[in-house]
């Protein structure tokens, strides 16, 4: 997740419902997810999958809502949405039909549908040359909905892992209740200023630590995004570095303090890496492919290197930041999968060559896209990359309903022999972690909320108070860290 509007727009508002295993079981989310009435804020789209031969046959699903403050569909929504799409590629109905498009006062083309008992379903066909296809769902001031669709070259060798390529995780991998919060060093020293953003962390009238704050009330994992050169004048922080090897070593050490667990981020990049955008780091922009992936590789030991000479290595280790459309664009981009897979297996052989324990995650931005998240993990595997857990973020106006969440995740798990992590999520906290901690064999690992030290994530009111919000990761943590029960047949703190 990156980017100020979506911190503005990823509402995540603290449903109280409480999910038992018999509900999670009917996989239907209703009573959290939707709601009869109220306003609207937000137009959901869920594109099933972002990935697409351009062959002019490929076509994926569309699923358009409107969601209120706390995310939740609007069940007798009836909105009019204007379907804009910038590239090559066509809308057509759910049974096939084209749709007419006409041109708005600026130019842009767009198709025009109206909501049925809240929702509407449509296709996207892809053209027949590849591209980066924009596809934006608005109705009048509510926030659009938007995602990019990639097509790539129609004769792209397609492949999926033999069986001997599917072994089971046999790495100790711990139960996670975790909060990413990168942002909080900027937060500390004044220069993180947003919508909902708070200077100062209260409980009980007294200011105290963020970091202990999470830990007191159930959080043990701290996720913490680096980038390759932040400072520079394009970078993420120009001339301060924030999230750098420096910030992160500094934020390593209070982690390890506070008690709690590391899981970090390569962004491989020097600004936010996302399905949108996967630039090279300024550094390595003149590199040769094969310059490049030995670069990669150094790198990662490097920074993990470094950690370790501190006593701070991570626990965990991600190569990569939303990888589906790939890395270190244009060499490491989706349309050539031989090298994306090169440059994961050197980020892969980084980690192991500092520490082979230390499990390694894959994180796709595929929360509930089943499709497109076989199609990445089947074309990955069977080049060889190899890891030990799979990480999604959901986020509900992109990423489908909680009914797709838990469809996805029972079948990955049983697909690939790969426990899961929903490693960035903001809405349905309860609900996203009973999803998880509900699969079997104890194939869910936890969860990680994206950046919650601000009062839009319900933990805390506009003044830096603790909320009860707050207390749902307390409970959390009992159930399903210090004495986890129910879901799984294996349970290990």
């Known amino acids: 997740m990156k980017s100020l509007s979506i911190v503005i727009t990823a509402f995540a508002g603290i449903v109280s419902l409480h999910l038992g295993a018999a509900e999670c079981g009917a996989q239907d989310f209703s009573r959290v997810s939707r709601v009869d009435s109220g306003k609207a804020v937000a137009v959901m789209l869920t594109t099933y999958s972002t990935t697409l031969r351009a062959n002019g046959v490929d076509w994926t699903k569309l699923r358009i809502a409107v969601s209120d403050s706390l995310g939740r569909e609007i069940t007798s929504a009836g909105d009019s949405i204007r379907i804009y799409v910038t590239g090559d590629g066509t809308l057509t109905s759910s049974e096939g039909d084209a749709l007419p498009m006409v041109a708005d006062t600026g130019g842009a083309r767009y198709a025009s549908v109206r909501l049925e008992h809240g929702v509407r379903t449509l296709r996207f066909k892809a053209g027949t040359s590849p591209d980066r296809v924009k596809v934006e769902a ?11 669709i990639h097509t790539v070259d129609a004769g792209v060798k397609l492949m999926t892992p033999t069986a001997n390529q599917l072994p089971r995780t046999t790495k100790r991998i711990d139960r996670m209740i975790g909060a990413d919060i990168s942002w909080l060093p900027q937060i500390e020293s004044g ?3 947003f919508p ?37 004048p394009k970078g993420y922080s120009p001339s301060v570095g924030f999230c750098g090897l420096d910030s992160t ?4 050490r209070r982690v390890k303090a506070a008690g709690m667990k590391l899981l970090l981020d390569f962004h491989y990049s020097d600004y936010w890496a996302d399905p949108q955008q996967q630039n090279k780091p300024l550094a390595w922009a003149a590199l040769s492919y094969a310059a490049l992936r030995d670069t990669v590789r150094s790198y990662t030991s490097g920074v993990l290197s470094a950690l370790k000479r501190q006593g701070t290595l991570p626990e965990m280790v991600q190569i990569g930041n939303e990888v ?31 520490d082979r324990r230390m499990p390694v995650m894959m994180h796709i931005a595929l929360g509930g896209q089943n499709a497109e998240a076989r199609f990445w993990l089947d074309n990955m595997i069977a080049r060889g ?17 909680l009914e797709d969440l838990y469809a996805n995740l029972h079948d990955l798990t049983s697909r690939y022999h790969k426990p899961v992590n929903v490693v960035e999520y903001s809405d349905f906290k309860r609900p996203v972690h009973e999803i998880v901690f509900g699969l079997p064999s104890d194939m869910g690992k936890g969860a990680a909320i994206w950046e919650p030290l601000g009062w839009r994530s319900g933990l805390f009111d506009r003044q830096g108070n603790v909320t009860s919000g707050m207390r749902v990761y307390d409970s959390l943590n009992t159930e399903f860290v210090a004495k986890p029960t129910g879901g799984g047949t294996t349970r290990r703190p």
């Open 138 to 148: 608005r109705s009048g001031a509510l926030f659009p909905g938007g995602h990019e």
């Open 191 to 193: 220069a993180m200023r």
């Open 196 to 232: 909902g953003s708070i200077t100062e962390f209260k409980e009980d009238g007294k200011k105290v630590d963020a970091i202990a704050l999470l830990r007191r009330h159930g959080f043990n994992y701290i996720r913490l995004r680096i980038f390759v050169n932040p400072a520079n």
């Open 249 to 252: 070593l500094s934020m390593a």
């Open 324 to 354: 589906n459309h790939g890395i270190l664009w244009p060499d490491g981009h989706i349309g050539n999968l031989d090298q994306l897979a090169g440059l994961l297996r050197a980020g892969v052989e980084g980690a192991e060559a500092v």
């Open 385 to 401: 990359v190899k890891f030990d857990l799979i990480g999604l973020s959901y986020y509900p106006r992109w990423h489908g309903t």
